[in-house]
């Protein structure tokens, strides 16, 4: 049985900061970058149409680049040369910059172009919580994002996974290439972040178009001149080849892996890569890799629309809602004062930060990652209706890893597009992607107003990869968990990557908020501790 301390996971999980970067190019521009997406709640596929494919089996994609990573001739494993890489062991020693007692950090040495070892390295920043009984091995981990530090996750790891399992295992992770201290993307400074963060215009408005074009422009042309020699080199293949270097350096021959929303991707794409090598692998929230850019884009407007909805439908039935009559009428409310910020930014206490209309549906889009956050939604919405913006500010610094004097934690507001852009291809149509953007706007007026268009029209770097099935035949069992609410990865698409995968079987967990394992107050945990620790392999199907 999951103690209570696990039944809600901290804010701290990356899956708040993926909230800040929904909304990079969104409340402030019209234009979403996104680390994964929403489909319906129930699992059932959705009932709305996106526009025609302009001919053909379905839209064109924009031109693909050559990924470095997919496709070697050989296992770098056991090609000699890369044998200095496979042959590291990690130095473990303080860590800076992150909190946790017995937290132990070091690096990794990877090579930034895989298929060409001798263009240089870079170096991949690790941590571990080593085993508090009886070691069994390593478990590796990823938060998601794209973007997300693993090694700050370390810091709230051991209140989601239980005591057993960190008992059994060292608890590893890792800041993906372009994250954060492994040659983190640099794009603005953080007073420029700031401006970005919060700069408004009405979504769907002529001058949102203009903000759009013109940051979009600002940040690309920030990252080139920055990073323009590592974002080639950024995609998901890439990182999970650093993963296996990374197995190899913690001395297992298969690798025990705990990956949550975009971590699944990363996941997969391990076990695509390395069928023979997957060990005891978790995919909680899963992404599928089927789909484009633009299938992200709908997804995650329709999910955060149904989350909305239910956000709004429990507000209703307290005591305490800012808003009143029914749950459309209470949408209509919620949007008319997100508009209402738009024109007018509300005082937060900070002279030189008022709660502009980015930052408020940045702040509201965090609070439905967690159902266990809608009764301080529900307050910091009460304050910010009454003119007080200071709480949902609060939410949206804590979304996007600023810290209050001014600094941002992490470079996860730009790395999610440094990934995102490389992973996956959008539709080359023009009048497509406008036609799909009035749609977004049309059916899900709450956020699909800001999820449409193109968010990596300005990217200096081509997609890389093809949108398709995952099976890693010889791999598994892998166990994938889908949330029937969750907002941010489909249920649909858990069911979609268990399908493809060779040997999987699926949970599902009947609940809001986004991914499972750590929240859902026992049944998931229960299943999954006894997978990691025991080897047993859940019924396929099971449902809690």
């Not at 590893?172 to 700031?194: H, I, K, M």
């Not at 502009?356 to 159902?371: C, F, N």
């Not at 999610?416 to 749609?439: F, K, M, T, Y």
Request: charge should be negative.
């Amino acid at each position: 049985m999951a103690d209570a301390s696990r039944a809600r996971s901290p804010l701290t999980r990356l899956a708040a900061g993926a909230a800040a970067a929904l909304l990079l190019l969104a409340g402030c521009t019209g234009e979403g970058l996104l680390p994964g997406a929403d489909g319906p709640a129930d699992g059932e596929a959705s009932t709305s149409s996106a526009p025609d494919a302009p001919e053909g089996d379905g839209p064109a994609l924009v031109e693909l680049g050559t990924s470095a990573a997919q496709d070697l001739e050989t296992d770098p494993a056991e090609d000699p040369a890369y044998a200095d890489y496979y042959a590291q062991n990690i130095e473990w020693g303080p860590c800076e910059g992150v909190e946790g007692e017995d937290l132990e950090c070091g690096t990794l040495t990877v090579p930034l172009v895989w298929n060409d070892p001798e263009a240089g390295d870079i170096d991949i920043a690790v941590a571990q919580l080593p085993a508090t009984g009886e070691r069994t091995g390593s478990l590796v981990t990823n938060p998601g994002g794209p973007g997300g530090s693993g090694v700050n996750f370390l810091e709230s790891l051991p209140f989601m996974v239980s005591a057993e399992v960190h008992a059994a295992y060292d608890l590893v992770g890792f800041d993906p290439r372009g994250v954060n201290r492994s040659a983190g993307v640099e794009c603005l400074d953080d007073e420029q972040t700031d401006e970005y963060l919060s700069v408004t215009a009405e979504p769907g408005s002529t001058e949102s178009d203009q903000l759009s074009e013109e940051w979009g422009a600002r940040v690309a042309e920030a990252c080139e001149a920055n990073s323009g020699e590592v974002l080639p080199y950024l995609d998901t293949y890439s990182a999970a080849r650093d993963m296996d270097v990374l197995r190899a350096a913690l001395g297992s021959e298969q690798l025990d892996y705990l990956g949550y929303s975009y971590g699944t991707y990363l996941g997969s794409s391990y076990a695509d890569l390395h069928p023979d090598r997957v060990g005891r692998f978790v995919l909680d929230g899963a992404l599928d890799p089927t789909i484009t850019a633009n299938e992200l884009s709908a997804g995650q407007a329709e999910g955060f629309e149904r989350a909305t909805e239910a956000f709004l439908a429990d507000c209703l039935d307290r005591g305490d809602c800012p808003f009143k009559g029914t749950e459309e009428e209470a949408k209509q409310q919620l949007i008319a004062f997100f508009t209402s910020v738009d024109s007018s930014p509300l005082d937060s206490g900070d002279p030189e930060r008022p709660l502009t209309g980015s930052l408020a549906r940045s702040a509201v889009l965090t609070l439905l990652y967690e159902d266990g956050l809608w009764e301080f939604g529900r307050q910091s919405l009460t304050a910010a209706m009454n003119g007080d913006g200071s709480q949902l500010l609060n939410i949206a610094d804590l979304s996007a890893e600023r810290d209050s004097d001014g600094t941002y934690r992490t470079n996860s507001t730009f790395a999610i597009s440094a990934v995102n852009c490389l992973d996956h291809p959008g539709v080359a149509d023009e009048a497509w992607v406008e036609q799909e953007a009035e749609r977004l706007a049309e059916e899900y007026p709450t956020f699909g107003p800001m999820l449409g268009g193109d968010g990596c029209a300005h990217w200096p770097v081509p997609p890389l990869r093809e949108p398709a099935p995952i099976a890693a035949e010889g791999a598994g069992p892998i166990v994938v968990i889908g949330t029937t609410g969750d907002p941010a990865t489909p249920y649909q698409w858990a069911q979609n990557l268990a399908a493809q995968l060779d040997d999987a079987v699926l949970l599902t967990y009947e609940g809001n908020g986004h991914t499972a394992y750590g929240r859902s107050g026992g049944c998931i945990e229960e299943q999954v501790d006894a997978y990691l620790l025991e080897g047993t392999v859940p019924e396929d199907g099971l449902t809690c």
